[in-house]
């Protein structure tokens, strides 16, 4: 059997790598760049290189912004409701909500959700900076919007766990999301009607 040359193997394997692309697909992706578009290929390796290189998280936020800026667009916006912040596993999840136009305060970007079976404990997300957000005073509402999961729902229960101390309404979006779902895939009308329709933790 024909065995295929390594650098292509590679590309292949990289492209498998990532969530959603399968053996079948990442192989497609591969011998299209290889064989129809140099220049998309190369336009891809230096989005590739830049992607970090030119990109960091926002200092109060978390979200992802450029490199040359300290704040993401939505905290140097002088006009987002400055006392209420939506707590969210990703930076995608910034952008899915943001699409809906129905929210218009501050994020807070967790970059996951608690698991202990697969070894992610509080220290090891954006847990902290949160609390002590809130600890400074000045926070209305926080909004809990981790997927609807068993690790979404432990994460939410930690933070209302430890934000209970402070006069600070703690609510979660309402159950407009499927169980199991992921905020990425869900349409802008399920969003907004999660959103207005998020309730008080008890």
Sequence with gaps: ????????????????????????????????????????????????????????LCRECFNI?????????????????????CVVESPMDVIVLEQTDGYHGKYHVLHGLLSPIEGINPEDIRLAPLINKVARGGISEVIIATNPSLEGDATALYIQQ?????????????????????????????????????????
């Design 65 to 85: 912004t450029t490199a040359d800026r300290e704040l993401c667009d939505v905290c140097a916006d002088e006009k987002r409701d400055q006392d209420v912040i």
């Design 162 to 202: 430890k934000l209970a101390d402070y006069d600070v309404r703690i609510t979660r979006l309402a159950r407009g999301l499927p169980i199991g779902g992921e905020l990425e895939y869900a349409d802008q009308n399920t969003l907004l009607r999660a959103l207005s329709g998020r309730q008080k933790m008890v």
């Design 1 to 56: 059997m024909a065995r295929i040359p390594e650098p292509v193997q590679n590309l292949v394997d990289a492209f498998s790598r990532l969530p959603g692309i399968g053996p079948r697909t990442a192989s497609r992706l591969t011998f299209y760049l290889l064989k129809n578009n140099e220049a998309a290929a190369l336009q891809l390796a230096e989005a590739l290189e830049n992607l970090h290189a030119q990109t960091h």
